[in-house]
């Protein structure tokens, strides 16, 4: 295919998709930079600058920058993320929970409006807090505090909310891609232009050096590259579906299969448990006037020793944990048994689960040791070449989720590719059946 880009505009399907998800995505940015009735969004800026690294910064960078603004999509997608979340965790202690996630499409029905109410639920708290926040921690940015403010604040934020969630399940539904990833994709990545200026104007002042620069820049494209193939790689377990008879006279003939198992199978979830409980000192030393809380801050300040120990211990146990609460080998190997497929020189049953944990648990100590690298090395590297505005786009939590996400949806437009290319083919092409020329139709 000599310029793929040019074949996805000319497939009627696919151009739909794309056009309907990009006019979802300007809506969403759209609303994103519409502030939210009786703020100063001056003030609240100008305050929002010294809460980097706290737990107001990490959530503003998921949502593109919309709480530091207070939009009206101040929010984001974060209630629905952190209900789906919730409901993932849930299902490996609550039977209820397990159970519908096994009921196939009436389950998962069930469990998606569950979701949606829990959705509701997270952000009126939320539109709560951050209205108390502001209204009591940032002087002036509050026209007429009081109950009127914080009521019209949770039925705008909650609004906002509810609204970018059904967003995110049309993209999904009718457009290209996952609609809830890709809001977050475009959220993290809002901030490159402007942070891609701000390095310009330091080169142009001689605060950073250009060779410096073009030295990070062949280095972040490594790590983006390595990103890359570790997020795609995985072990291929083989496995053997034997022969079987399905009635009369035919025969199911032998095949042969494999269960993939990815290095990373716990994804960016790790970076984000570990960085929550990480930013925990500094949130709460920057409210707080207790002296211990101020050394326990400047203990595991980022780019200390201490805080990269901790963060890499932190990665490497959520890893484990994550991967042990997504991936069950009892239900695969179980599954495995009831189609009568089973692993080259493993017995079917417990021992298979047992094998695939035993696999799991080995590829999963590199997995979470590149983890740990990505959320450290890059961020490390463009803080010291004196650009941390970058850190952001290509930090390691946005790294990884802008990497995971776009592969996703490459995958999904090669899909409609091959699925294009084989329809055409299958109704031009001709074939012998049974001595004669027969037309596919």
């Known amino acids: 295919m000599a310029n793929p880009v040019a074949t996805l505009w000319r497939i009627p399907e696919l151009r739909s998709k794309m056009l ?14 519409i502030t939210a009735p009786w703020i100063d969004v001056a003030a609240l800026r100008e305050y929002a600058g010294t809460l980097q690294g706290t737990a107001f910064g990490i959530y503003d960078m998921f949502v593109g920058g919309g709480l530091s ?21 849930a299902a490996a202690v609550v039977p209820s929970v397990e159970k519908m996630q096994k009921e196939g ?48 604040m949770i039925l705008t934020l909650t609004t906002g909310a509810v609204f970018i969630m059904w967003l995110g399940e049309q993209i999904t539904e009718r457009g290209i891609g996952n609609g809830m990833s890709l809001l977050i994709f475009f959220g993290i990545i809002e901030g490159l232009p402007a942070a891609l200026y701000e390095t310009g104007r330091l080169v142009g002042l001689g605060q950073v050096n250009p060779i410096a620069l073009v030295v990070l820049a062949a280095a972040l494209a490594l790590i983006i590259a390595g ?13 053997q579906i034997p022969q079987k008879v399905m009635g009369r006279g035919r025969i199911r003939q032998g095949q042969k299969s494999f269960i993939p198992l990815r290095i990373n199978m716990a994804g960016v979830m790790p970076i984000i448990f570990a960085q929550s409980i990480m930013i925990v000192p500094a949130t709460l030393g920057q409210f ?5 809380l101020d050394r326990i ?6 780019n200390s020793w201490p805080y990269y120990v901790a963060f890499t211990v932190l990665i490497v146990f959520f890893t484990y944990f994550y991967t042990a609460i997504i991936y069950n080998p009892v ?50 590297m463009l803080t010291a070449a004196g650009v941390g505005g970058l850190s952001q786009v290509l930090g390691g939590t946005g790294l990884l989720i802008c990497v995971g996400v776009a592969l996703d949806t490459v995958q999904q437009m090669q899909q409609h590719l091959l699925l294009r290319r084989y329809d055409g083919f299958m109704k031009k092409g001709r074939v012998k059946f049974r001595g004669r020329q027969e037309r596919y139709i």
């Open 20 to 33: 309907f998800t990009l006019m979802c995505l300007v809506l969403y940015r759209i609303g994103a930079h």
């Open 227 to 239: 990103t890359v193939a570790v997020t795609m790689a995985a072990r291929k377990i083989p496995v």
């Open 105 to 152: 499409e009436d389950g998962r029905k069930k469990l998606t409006q569950w979701t949606r109410y829990t959705t509701v639920l997270l952000a009126i708290f939320q539109a709560y807090g951050f209205s108390l926040f502001i209204e009591t921690q940032v002087p002036g940015a509050v026209q007429n505090p009081g109950l009127a403010f914080r009521l019209m």
């Open 331 to 380: 239900d695969i190997a179980e599954n495995l048994k009831k189609q009568g497929a089973f692993v080259p020189g493993i017995k079917p049953g417990a021992r298979t689960a047992e094998y695939i944990d035993r696999v799991m648990s080995r590829i999963s100590l590199p997995g979470a040791l590149f983890l740990a690298a990505i959320a450290l090395i890059p961020s490390g």
């Open 69 to 89: 603004r207070a939009t009206v999509f101040a929010l984001g997608i974060m209630p629905y993320i952190s209900a789906s979340i919730m409901f993932q965790l």
């Open 288 to 292: 707080s006037d207790a002296g211990w």
């Open 297 to 302: 801050s400047e203990t595991f300040a980022v």
